[in-house]
């Protein structure tokens, strides 16, 4: 069986930082590559950054802003995402997609129908 599992979140304050994990199951991430979504109570769900299967690229939403940073192990099948400065607006639950590497498609997409599996979900909650 195929699986993604988030995990990783958990109550920080203002300012602080957490790092998430998406460790597959069942199948090499190494063609795959790996969006972070992210959805918070009453809104969409949003793409929050990208990585090509290969891991020589990243791509980030603009409200981003340098505060997170995506990296994948492909020994270890994992994908993280790390976040500093957090703030309450980053309050949401977290989730990792895997989208298929497919020729001359580009592995950039922040879509979440174009992702093939995802994971449960972390809840991350930023608060004093």
């Known amino acids: 069986q195929v699986h993604l599992v988030e995990s990783g979140g958990g109550l920080v304050q203002p300012g602080g930082s957490l790092r998430l994990s998406c460790a597959g199951s069942g199948f090499s991430l190494d063609y795959y590559h790996i969006g972070w979504f992210r959805q918070a109570p009453g809104k969409e769900r949003e793409g929050v950054s990208c990585?090509?299967?290969?891991?020589?690229?990243?791509y980030y939403a603009n409200f981003v802003e340098g505060r997170f940073t995506i990296s994948r192990d492909n020994a270890k099948n994992t994908v993280y995402l790390e976040m500093n400065s957090l703030k309450p607006d980053d309050t949401a639950v977290y989730y990792c997609?895997?989208?298929?590497?497919?020729?001359?498609?580009?592995?950039?997409?922040?879509?979440?129908?174009?992702?093939?599996?995802w994971g449960q979900g972390t809840q991350v909650t930023v608060s004093s």
């Open positions: 997609a895997a989208r298929r590497w497919r020729y001359g498609i580009s592995w950039i997409s922040m879509a979440p129908n174009e992702y093939d599996f």
């Open positions: 990585i090509r299967n290969s891991g020589g690229s990243t």
